[in-house]
């Protein structure tokens, strides 16, 4: 009982390592998905008026939308390869 409780806290650990690297490639997706706001409540703290807090968290949350764009195109091309049977059924 406790040689496979072992066994599967090592099972799970290893899955855990092998997906480092999607989890940081999350917390960068979801950084820059906040970005916009986060700017905005720092210029805030700093008392800055709205119009500066707007234009630069405008500016902040395009800059995150484009870079995110540019992520998720290669994460989708990477995954949508075409096999050799799918090259075959269509033809």
Do not use: C
């Not at 950084?31 to 119009?51: H, K």
């Not at 939308?65 to 992520?71: A, D, G, K, M, T």
Request: hydrophobic content about 50%.
């Amino acid at each position: 009982m406790a040689n496979s409780l072992i066994e599967w806290i090592k099972d799970q650990l290893n899955h855990l390592k092998e997906s480092i690297p999607e989890i940081l490639a999350s917390l960068f997706i979801f950084g820059f998905t906040i970005s916009g706001i986060g700017v905005g409540i720092l210029l805030r703290y700093f008392e800055f008026d709205g119009f500066i807090i707007t234009f630069y968290s405008i500016i902040a949350e395009a800059i995150g939308i484009v870079v995110l764009y540019f992520i998720l195109r290669g994460y989708l091309k990477s995954r949508e390869k075409p096999t050799e049977t799918m090259r075959k059924k269509k033809l």
